[in-house]
């Protein structure tokens, strides 16, 4: 299984910022996975922002549920970021993974992670 990240890697303040994550080697919707965003700011840990199930449910980090929109596209086996009104506090390494819906803490395929810089 491979997951790939892809989007700009500068955006500016207030702008919404977009990913896309490529998924290969196993399908969006195969029964019981669970697709996820997380991010790191520099010099700090791992912030779980949200997720969408193989059934296309969607769960948010309660910080971050009314500027982030999680969506999928089937055709491309691919699911998707949005943030909003970003800030410079957004800026961070962003990682999309797969793990279980059984068991939605943990994650065993990791994208390699795409630094995004939010800046004027």
């Known amino acids: 299984v491979q997951l790939q990240e892809s989007g700009p890697g500068l955006v500016k303040p207030s702008q919404t910022l977009s990913l896309i994550c490529t998924v290969s080697?196993?399908?969006?919707?195969?029964?019981?996975?669970?697709w996820s965003w997380i991010r790191q700011p520099p010099g700090k840990g791992l912030e779980w922002m949200g997720g969408i199930a193989y059934s296309a449910a969607t769960y948010y980090s309660p910080s971050l549920k009314s500027r982030t929109s999680i969506s999928r596209d089937t055709a491309n086996n691919q699911f998707t970021l949005q943030l909003g009104s970003v800030t410079p506090e957004d800026t961070a390494v962003y990682y999309c993974?797969?793990?279980?819906?059984?068991?939605?803490?943990?994650?065993?395929?990791w994208g390699q992670g795409t630094q995004v810089t939010v800046s004027s």
């Open positions: 993974t797969r793990g279980s819906y059984i068991d939605r803490g943990k994650y065993d395929y």
């Open positions: 080697g196993d399908s969006i919707t195969t029964k019981y996975a669970y």
